[in-house]
């Protein structure tokens, strides 16, 4: 196998504050299907994940459990731990963010920032969040709730260390405008840009004294380290950084990170929070985070409180591992929100993992004892038509369009590539017809080139299939008694060796299953568990949902009474009349004269015009300058407060009246663009 480098992977690290729900666990067995190819590929690979253990959360569920929080993250983290073993999880170290090591660094990067400088001494008074420990303005708060996930937020004031973020913001847009690949997907780097780092970056808060359950500031010690902070440094101090300059030699090996693997809610944290940090400690930046969407099950969000939250060590009960392994993999998009349903997954248990797979092996390994005693070889004696050229050329192409897939972390795909071939198999068995040929003894070579060629194509994909569900994989290749194939051999056929003896005793890999008798073992699960039954949720679920509806219908008729009008019909020729162009705001100033306007100097490429808006209070000038708009640019000007405005910037009326500016959907459109 070639050798091929370093490749550093992690996860986010869970927070000990409970039980992992299949989504938290989705991202393990992403990380670990990533980090089990690279290996396959020949990378030296280090695979690290574990707890987030420190926060007022968490001080909180462990008073209510009547425990100490070490004592509560003991247990929690331990239940984290069995869960990503009981999925076979190949991670190489588990970091605990109440490590002696852990806590010691943090508190040696605090007064490393600190005695430079990027930390100062002030105080803090906003809107805070407990559920993510978080300050937020009024301006950020939606509905009066936190942005992020809708809590009630109250009112605080402390006294607090604060990071000078604003500092190293231009260093960081050049290192991501640099950087085509840090940020993945694009979509999550042109909201970073555009939400957080152009409109211009606040100090961040970075220590805390309401509560004690954290890592003092060593020297101020009624403050704790803000646990982001905190968090984040696991990364480095997991693979032995060291503040003080006596890094291990583990760290100059495996730093920089080559992939932080994080859910989309806290990309911000990694893309802009972190690498500051690095930034101040002189340290490189990873290589790439990569912000995966959420893995949600139909019917709405999972809450405990609702009962209807999908555990995967109960999944894997009811399925088996590597079903709860391929469900998470191959139902999450790249880009967009995955869903999973029981009904679904027993339909991808009994189409794919059943039928494509199961049922291609046991049927290629009965044909091979039936007609050769369970050993075959290639004879040599390929069809007329090409069927058998076609067939090899899939088995040897599999390979490089995986890593393709693999590479672009497109894991979903990655798996259905490996999936394709096993269809090809099947289809190779529907061209060739071998109970056919088994019928003419004169066809007895031909016959046993078709099975050694079944053979292969099935080494191949189990090979590959490794990363994604390895018990299976080696179950497979046991089956048919055949070794992995070194990766550098994948990309030819004729691997299989000849003669090789399979076993004469195939077990059904995947038995197939029935709705109703799934669905009773998962309500017997929840009965036990003291849950409702499915039914139930379900009944629950839609009755939620019609009064949503209903609602929703309510509102929209109201508004339709008091406020749809609609203009008359315009023809073609007066909506050309307007022009419409994207514009980028290179300056912004409030108008003194009025409490709404502000006043925007819009870069159209080839001119820049003066436009104002009613935009204030929701909009600062801060977060106005560098953004992208659209613009109606031969509007007649018109004079507000004393000031001309040459254009209008197109807005969205919310349904609270407040005002949505309407920016192009790729932050890379140029000032200027046409829009029609
Ligand atoms: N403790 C922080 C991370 C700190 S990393 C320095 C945290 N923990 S978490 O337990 O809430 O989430 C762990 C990971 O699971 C995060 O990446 C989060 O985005 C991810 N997910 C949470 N819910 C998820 C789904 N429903 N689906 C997929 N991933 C999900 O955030």
């Not at 852990?102 to 930390?119: A, M, N, P, S, T």
Request: net charge negative.
């Amino acid at each position: 196998m070639t050798k091929r480098g370093k490749y550093y992977i992690t996860t986010a690290i869970a927070y000990a504050s409970g039980k992992p729900h299949i989504g938290n666990t989705y991202e393990i067995i992403l990380a670990d299907a990533i980090a089990r190819y690279k290996r396959q590929m020949g990378y030296d690979v280090h695979f690290q994940t574990g707890t987030d253990e420190h926060g007022q959360k968490i001080e909180e569920r462990a008073k209510k459990a009547g425990m100490t929080p070490k004592e509560f993250v003991d247990k929690t983290s331990a239940e984290v731990r069995r869960i990503w073993d009981k999925m076979n999880t190949s991670y190489d170290f588990f970091i605990r963010t109440t490590d002696d090591f852990h806590e010691k660094q943090v508190q040696k990067i605090f007064r490393k920032l600190y005695d430079q400088g990027d930390i100062y001494k002030g105080s803090y008074e906003g809107m805070y969040c407990t559920e993510c420990e978080s300050f937020y303005t009024e301006s950020q708060l939606v509905d009066g709730k936190c942005p992020l996930d809708g809590c009630e937020v109250h009112p605080a004031k402390e006294e607090a260390y604060f990071f000078k973020m604003s500092k190293y913001a231009p260093k960081l847009i050049d290192y991501i405008n640099t950087h085509p690949d840090f940020i993945q997907p694009e979509s999550r780097k042109n909201e970073m840009m555009n939400n957080f780092l152009l409109p211009g970056l606040q100090d961040l808060c970075v220590s805390r004294t309401s509560f004690s359950w954290g890592i003092p500031v060593d020297f101020d010690p009624k403050h704790v380290v803000y646990v982001w902070l905190d968090a984040l440094a696991n990364y480095a101090t997991g693979v032995g950084y060291d503040a003080d300059g006596h890094s291990s030699e583990e760290y100059y090996k495996w730093w920089p990170a080559d992939l932080h693997l994080v859910g989309k809610d806290i990309i911000r944290f990694h893309t802009i929070y972190w690498p500051i940090f690095l930034m101040a400690l002189g340290e490189p930046l990873p290589k790439q985070v990569f912000g995966h969407p959420w893995l949600l099950q139909a019917g709405g969000k999972m809450s405990k409180s609702k009962g209807n939250v999908i555990y995967a060590d109960d999944l894997a009960d009811v399925f088996n591992v590597d079903a709860v392994r391929y469900f998470c993999i191959h139902e999450m998009p790249f880009e967009n929100d995955g869903v999973i349903s029981y009904d679904l997954m027993v339909e991808r248990w009994n189409s794919e993992l059943a039928n494509t797979l199961g049922n291609l092996v046991n049927r290629t390994i009965a044909m091979s004892n039936k007609y050769f005693g369970g050993k075959v070889a290639d004879k040599g004696v390929a069809d007329e038509n090409g069927i058998d050229d076609n067939f090899k050329s899939v088995i040897a192409g599999t390979v490089s369009k995986v890593e393709a897939k693999v590479d672009k972390l497109r894991m979903a795909d990655a798996v259905t590539e490996v999936f394709n071939l096993f269809k090809r198999c099947n289809k190779y068995i529907d061209e060739t017809e071998p109970w056919k040929l088994a019928k003419d003894p004169a066809s007895a070579d031909r016959l046993a080139t078709v099975l050694y060629n079944l053979c292969d194509g099935i080494q191949t994909g189990a090979t590959l299939l490794v990363s994604f569900m390895p018990e299976t994989a080696e179950k497979i290749l046991k089956q048919i008694n055949a070794p992995q194939i070194d990766y550098d051999e994948l990309g030819h056929a004729g691997n299989y060796p000849a003669e090789n003896q399979v076993t004469d005793k195939p077990e059904i890999l995947f038995q197939r299953l029935k709705l109703d008798e799934v669905m009773e073992k998962v309500d017997a699960q929840r009965k036990a568990q003291g849950l409702k039954s499915l039914k139930e949720l379900e009944e629950e679920a839609e009755a939620e949902k019609k009064a949503a509806e209903k609602a929703k219908q309510e509102k929209t008729s109201e508004k339709e009474a008091s406020e749809y009008t609609h203009k008359p019909e315009c023809t073609y020729d007066d909506f050309a009349k307007c022009e419409f162009r994207v514009g980028t705001i290179v300056k912004c100033e409030e108008v003194k004269k009025s409490r709404k306007l502000l006043c925007s100097q819009v870069d159209l490429g080839d001119k820049t015009v003066q436009i104002l808006s009613g935009l204030r209070p929701q909009y600062t000038p801060e977060m106005m300058t560098g953004k992208k708009v659209m613009v109606i640019t031969n509007l007649a000007p018109r004079k507000m407060a004393g000031l001309e405005s040459q254009g209008m910037i197109l807005c969205a009326e919310m349904p609270d009246g407040t005002l949505s500016i309407m920016t192009p959907d790729k932050a890379e459109t140029p000032g200027g663009s046409e829009i029609g």
